[in-house]
């Protein structure tokens, strides 16, 4: 009986310890994480708002087999599963032998506000052996966001032109991650020609940055108001070493009307002044993105202006992007005309096209009226004005220039000067035609000071034939009597005066008076 219960004992004991679940954590683990990586047939860059294949490989270390895996995946945000929820659970119903090499695959969705950076989940596997009973394991998976480049292209040229030209493509990274080693190699059309792409590389992108390459292009003749489409092959690389091929495509209109011509024509002034020889220069510029040849400029005027020296200019080659210099001199006879007109031909041979190009352009520019105000005369009265007493100034001005100045006020400045104005503060002096000496009058009051010289400037604000508002400042030098000899001078006059009204002076004065004549009245009494 005692050995019947010994057995009964030790049999229950194993099948208590068989039963019983252990726990595998750290490096005595039974499955060891190899890799773990987004995607299913390679690893893939995951950017938000992606559905993407979540691919874990595993290797399993145990002695002992089973068929029974459970690998229960738990997700932190920003993942869900296929379903939204944030665990999925895989029944892998294969036997896991020792060295067995064990591939699981997730569906998981990356929200669209996921920041970039790297997440850790929890992957716990469950399996039952028979010699250890039920075991438990948890494995971290790394989940990294990185972003995902994504390359496009475009032509910086709205349209294109019949024959050949040099066109920009515009390379735009609008992903997230950077894009490296940028190629594109090749480029092709059913209805165009494209030339050197293949030279097309640019080593690093940054995201909402772009680069630009210069592309050769010949559209062939009866394309006009047509769509062609351009196709390019291009390659990249992502911030882990993904590979992205894709073939962008560019439509782009083929221009229905004549184009136009490569040459701008630009006067370096818009006015020029009556009665003088005016320089300036015309500035031909070759925007376009081919050479054209045998320039020639032809420059004519209205009756109003005449040209100095030649008036037919050749020019020669001007190269792509490149602008050239002519120097002109202008002039422009006593008129009362406001505007005059340029007229500017050009002459070329554009190789794009093959063709001979003529285009006139005129330009209007304004006749502005050259005024010279100069100081001729200045008449201080008097010469050396004394304080508290008032002085005026009588200035003569002539106008040197070529046109009249029109609606003249003259206007001292009297800020921070002891001087105030008598009367009305400017004066009006009209119209100041050209060589006609004109004079006027300013009274001024001298204040009391110390100062034995000033310096007041006038202004001659007025208006030239074009109604635009000049002003033309000099300054009079204005010399002041001393002010010790006023103060003097008036203190004698004021002790003779009150000695002669004084009432002791008259009376003695009219007793003299009586005395003397008392005196002649006698003498005459006794001649008699």
Request: aromatic fraction near 8%; glycine fraction near 6%; charged fraction near 15%.
């Amino acid at each position: 009986m005692r050995k019947n219960k010994l057995i009964i004992m030790s049999l229950t004991l194993i099948m208590i310890v068989s039963l019983t679940t252990i726990t595998c954590m750290g490096e005595n683990s039974e499955f060891k994480l190899l890799s773990a990586y987004w995607g299913d047939t390679g690893q893939i860059e995951v950017t938000g708002g992606d559905y993407v294949t979540l691919t874990i490989i595993l290797r399993y270390e145990g002695r002992w087999g089973f068929n029974n895996l459970v690998a229960k995946l738990s997700l932190p945000e920003p993942f869900k599963t296929s379903d939204k929820s944030n665990t999925a659970t895989i029944y892998y119903k294969s036997t896991v032998t020792p060295g067995s090499i064990i591939q699981l695959t997730y569906q998981v969705y990356v929200s669209p506000q996921a920041l970039k950076g790297t997440y850790l989940s929890n992957l716990n596997l469950e399996y039952f052996v028979s010699n250890y009973g039920l075991i438990t394991q948890t494995i971290q998976i790394p989940l990294e966001i990185t972003g995902r480049p994504n390359i496009q292209l475009s032509l910086r040229n709205e349209t294109l032109i019949e024959g050949k030209q040099r066109v920009s493509l515009i390379i735009k990274n609008v992903g997230d991650a950077d894009a490296y080693y940028i190629q594109i190699s090749r480029a092709y059309s059913s209805s165009i020609t494209i030339n050197n792409v293949g030279n097309t590389y640019v080593e690093h992108i940054k995201p909402g940055e772009n680069a630009t390459s210069t592309i050769e292009i010949y559209v062939p003749s009866g394309l006009k108001g047509k769509t062609v489409q351009i196709n390019f092959d291009l390659r990249y690389i992502g911030p882990k070493n993904s590979i992205y091929t894709k073939t962008e495509s560019v439509q782009v209109l083929v221009n229905p009307q004549d184009p136009q011509p490569n040459v701008d024509v630009r006067l370096s002034s818009g006015e020029l002044y009556i009665g003088r020889v005016n320089k300036l220069n015309v500035t031909i510029s070759n925007n376009g993105y081919s050479t054209i040849r045998n320039v020639k400029m032809s420059i004519s005027t209205d009756a109003t202006l005449k040209v100095f020296g030649s008036s037919t200019i050749y020019i020669g080659d001007v190269n792509p992007q490149q602008s050239v210099k002519i120097p002109m001199e202008i002039y422009v006879p006593l008129t009362t005309a406001a505007t005059g007109t340029i007229t500017i031909s050009t002459t070329y041979y554009d190789t794009a096209r093959g063709l001979s190009i003529s285009d006139t352009r005129q330009t209007t520019v304004l006749l502005r009226g050259f005024i010279e105000l100069t100081l001729t005369d200045v008449a201080i009265i008097p010469a050396s004005p004394k304080p508290n007493s008032p002085f005026s100034i009588t200035i003569t001005i002539t106008n040197v220039g070529t046109s009249t100045a029109y609606a003249t006020y003259a206007i001292p400045i009297l800020e921070n000067l002891p001087i105030q104005p008598l009367g009305s503060r400017s004066v009006y002096i009209g119209n100041i035609d050209v060589n006609m000496p004109t004079i006027f009058t300013i009274n001024l009051q001298l204040l009391n000071t110390t100062l034995t010289q000033m310096r007041l400037p006038v202004i001659l604000r007025y208006m030239d034939n074009l109604r635009n508002i000049s002003d033309k400042t000099f300054e009079i030098v204005i010399n002041v009597s001393p002010t010790t000899a006023t103060t003097t001078t008036t203190q004698s006059r004021s002790t003779l005066t009150s000695i002669l009204t004084s009432p002791i002076t008259i009376i003695s004065t009219i007793a003299v008076i009586m005395i003397i004549s008392g005196v002649l009245i006698m003498r005459r009494r006794r001649k008699k």
